[in-house]
């Protein structure tokens, strides 16, 4: 379904996935701190249409708002791409 002005839309902080000084490796500790005030430019896809998708690294920040009660849940379908050989590191 087309997103309406009551559903929750996605943000991306801009270039987030180059600052290696995000502490999100291992913990969210610090992640609910204003995306703006570290120096982010926020984009926002509120008009997605059905068959509408986006692309970002892996590593970029994004979020959204909690989806109003009121509104049908928003369906995501995710796909990871990694380098053929890649190695799991130990966690």
Known sequence: ??????????IFASKSHRD?????????????????????????YENLQLGDMTWHHGWTLHASSGQATHRPPRVAFTISYFADGALLLDT
């Open 20 to 44: 290696f000084a995000l502490p999100y490796w291992h913990t969210l500790k610090g992640m609910h701190q204003d995306l703006e005030m570290r120096g982010y430019d926020l984009d926002s």
């Open 1 to 10: 379904r087309d997103l309406t002005p009551d559903d929750a839309s996605l």
